[in-house]
């Protein structure tokens, strides 16, 4: 069975520009969560979906939004790119939004310039 | 809300000695727990989880966590460490009350020498 799959891998992008990264969750898993890396800040919760609804949403403005297709595929957008958005972007998949046991993706590199 | 605590961002032991890194959750009721590993340039992997029953669980890679109620303790531990062991592991919490399922530690990397 298929992993989580993130694309692309790398990103550079420069301030003012915006950025659409994607993740495939893997087959029968539902719920895909975002979660932002950081070496300040750690691992810090972006959104969830599932069943192509924001369920939660963490502490992120605006710039920061995702959906969800019929297939479970998930993309998140970022708009207006800061040099502070500059991270690693960590996407989770789980069967549902009960399940706590995550399975995660490699992540997408984005650096800001 | 609940919270963990990793003590120590660094943690530096010999091949074949004891692994210990340390977690302590803040919490009224009785959480669920994880540890997870990120090796270099990956995702965060599930190494083990406590939700009820046993306090001492096994997961992957020869790693053991023991739940201690009375010290709020979820300590990640190994016998003996492998050069492949070295990488950042994170502790997790589940929190119903929060908007993320699962909220993390700051992460404790490992470094295994010879």
């Given at each position: 069975k298929a992993g989580v799959t993130q694309t692309p891998r790398y990103l550079i992008k420069t301030r003012g520009q915006q950025v659409t990264l994607s993740c495939s969750p893997i087959s029968g898993h539902r719920s895909v969560s975002w979660y932002q890396q950081t070496p300040g800040q750690g691992l810090q919760f972006l959104f969830e979906y599932f069943s192509e609804t924001q369920r939660n949403k963490g502490?992120?403005?605006?710039?920061f939004s995702g959906r969800q297709f019929s297939n479970s595929r998930s993309e998140m957008n970022v708009s207006?790119?800061?040099?502070?958005?500059?991270a690693l972007y960590l996407c989770a998949s789980s069967?549902?939004?009960?399940?706590?046991?995550l399975f995660f993706g490699s992540g997408t590199q984005l650096s800001v310039l | 809300a609940q919270s963990v605590t990793q003590l120590g961002s660094h943690v530096s032991v010999s091949e074949g000695a004891l692994v210990l890194l340390r977690c302590n959750y803040s919490s009224s009721v009785p959480p669920y727990l994880f540890w997870y590993v990120q090796y270099p340039n990956q995702g965060l992997q599930l190494l083990l989880k406590y939700t009820t029953g046993a306090t001492l669980v096994k997961g992957i890679n020869g790693f053991e966590a023991e739940f201690k109620k009375s010290e709020t303790s979820f300590h990640l531990t190994k016998p003996s460490a492998h050069m492949s062991d070295a990488a950042e592991y994170f502790c997790a919490v589940s929190d119903?009350?929060?908007?993320?399922?699962l909220t993390f530690g700051t992460g404790t990397r490992l470094q295994v020498t010879l």
């Open positions: 502490n992120f403005p605006g710039r207006t790119l800061e040099l502070g958005d500059s069967l549902d939004t009960t399940d706590e046991k | 119903p009350s929060t908007a993320s399922k």
